[in-house]
């Protein structure tokens, strides 16, 4: 039993349900892949992977992660999104993952690893098409082919590659540069199919392009954020909220007109107030920069957090909640409380980022229930 009260609460049946709309986006004979990299974006990837056990694969960004998943039983396919790195490509064959190739240097590393097993090993080539991150060039794609085609122990049994813009409005842009990445990723399928690979599972889409891009889907679809509830452009189906962050009220104290809290005292109470301390803070995964703008719920009400979040605390003006706020009382900094919600959308916009930031952002000092 945790001492503090402060917590994160994971609705796996929400969880679960998201992974249904993503499903029936997807629609038949297209696999699902649930991305739970990051932890599961914070959720906690190890209790996340077996509530998504529906889940046709896994998506982690590192080799550890992928291990991670395999210690506590799961046998559903993970995909490396990240590939394997210079000292991963064992630790891929031991666990049975599967790795993301887009590196001369990874292919002979992986094809050793593979002979020495005795195995063939299923990869899952990478282009990139415009994200400019990972991925072998388009321009280099053809060169690449010709030099793979010495590692006898890989089988290509994936091609994908990743939009940088999936989730901006189709008739922006944005929309126009994720149908040139799609048209990339085409040419390269082609040049890839003439050269007699066959991959069994292409797939390019992330949230967004789940959403809006049906003709991108292919063979499988990667949603991450949209699990957890959080909907990554318009247009997407009701979904439900995954994650709850909340605490108690440590103490309250009445202060004075004219009053400062927290460091630099950048804020002054205008009248008398009661002022709430609660025990999260930038420690927690709370940002700093949600002092003076984020809203807690508190007494079913909406309350200001007052000064900047110090790093295991931050201070909330109830003035106004009708009832007397006292020690022990629940606050909501991510979820609902009564008829009121603080959203993550919201949150990520006071803190000028995004839903991703936030949710991957609550640290190992915060329980997840
Ligand atoms: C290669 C790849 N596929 C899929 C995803 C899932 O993206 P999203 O959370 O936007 O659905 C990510 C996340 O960044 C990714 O890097």
Not at 30 to 35: E, F, I, S, T
Not at 56 to 61: H, R, Y
Not at 263 to 276: E, G
Not at 287 to 300: H, S
């Amino acid at each position: 039993m945790p001492i503090r009260p402060t917590a994160a609460h994971v609705d796996i049946e929400a969880l679960q349900h998201n992974l249904a709309v993503a499903r029936a986006l997807a629609g038949p004979g297209v696999a699902v892949l649930a991305a739970v990299k990051g932890d599961a974006y914070g959720h906690g990837a190890v209790r996340c992977a077996r509530a998504l056990e529906a889940a046709d694969w896994f998506g982690v960004a590192l080799v550890e992660e992928g291990a991670q998943l395999r210690d506590a039983g799961v046998q559903t396919p993970i995909l490396c999104l990240g590939g394997v790195g210079r000292y991963g490509a064992e630790e891929v064959v031991r666990r049975g993952l599967v790795p993301v190739l887009y590196d001369e240097g990874d292919a002979e590393r992986l094809d050793l690893a593979a002979q020495a097993a005795g195995v063939r090993l299923a990869v899952h080539l990478k282009v990139d098409t415009g994200m400019g991150r990972l991925g072998v060039p388009l321009s280099h794609f053809g060169r690449f082919l010709d030099r793979f085609a010495r590692f006898g122990s890989l089988e290509v049994a994936g091609f994908m590659t990743h939009y940088a813009t999936a989730d901006a409005p189709p008739d922006s842009a944005g929309g126009a540069f994720t149908r040139e990445q799609g048209r990339r990723y085409a040419e390269a399928l082609a040049t890839l199919r003439a050269r007699g690979y066959g991959p069994r599972l292409c797939h390019t889409v992330n949230s967004g392009g789940l959403v809006q891009y049906k003709s991108l889907h292919y063979d499988m679809v990667r949603p991450g954020i949209l699990l957890y509830g959080a909907a990554p452009c318009a247009g997407t189906p009701p979904l439900r909220p995954v994650l709850t962050v909340s605490t108690q009220v440590l103490v309250v104290r009445d202060l004075p007109a004219r009053a400062s809290v927290s460091y630099n005292r950048s804020f002054v109470t205008k009248r008398p107030s009661r002022v709430a301390t609660l025990p999260v803070g930038y420690a927690d995964g709370y940002p700093r920069c949600l002092g003076n703008v984020a809203e807690v719920l508190i007494g079913g009400r909406r309350c200001p957090v007052v000064g900047v979040v110090c790093m295991d605390l931050c201070m909330v003006d109830v003035t106004e909640v009708p009832q007397t706020v006292e020690a022990g009382d629940e606050a909501v900094l991510l979820g609902v409380q009564g008829d009121e919600r603080v959203t993550v959308e919201e949150i990520a916009g006071w803190a000028k980022t995004i839903p991703y930031e936030i949710l991957c952002g609550f640290s190992e000092r915060v329980p997840r229930l």
